[in-house]
């Protein structure tokens, strides 16, 4: 069973950064950033592969950079030049790489808030 836990959201003005950390308690191949705002749907923020490969929302390509440290069982988002349509509940899950993409997230956990103010 993997446990998922995250750290690191908070409250910053527009244009600021926080960085995001997810302590993954098992060994999986891919972990996922995800981000959902009232009233709207979950969607994919960012992923890595253990070996490296990621993936990027065009909505937060350049701004947001996902990083892992394997030796901490950790997995990084860092958030740049933050929008107001950045703020919603993070979600950081673990799945499983299809032999394309990180597919399958099954193991989620609690949820940060991230509030972005203009």
């Known amino acids: 069973q993997v446990q998922v836990e995250e750290s690191g959201g908070g409250s910053v003005q527009a244009g600021g950064s926080l960085r995001l950390s997810c302590l993954i308690s098992?060994?999986?191949?891919?972990m996922g950033w995800f981000r959902q705002a009232p009233g709207k749907e979950r969607e994919g923020v960012s992923s890595?592969?253990?070996?490296?490969?990621?993936y990027y929302a065009d909505s937060v390509k350049g701004r947001f950079t996902i990083s892992r440290d394997s030796a901490k069982n950790t997995v990084y988002l860092q958030m740049n030049n933050l929008k107001a349509e950045d703020s919603a509940m993070y979600y950081c899950?673990?799945?499983?790489?299809?032999?394309?993409?990180?597919?399958?997230?099954?193991?989620w956990g609690q949820g940060t808030q991230v509030t972005v103010s203009s």
């Open positions: 890595i592969h253990v070996n490296g490969p990621t």
């Open positions: 899950a673990a799945g499983r790489w299809s032999g394309r993409s990180c597919v399958d997230f099954r193991y």
């Open positions: 098992g060994y999986t191949y891919c």
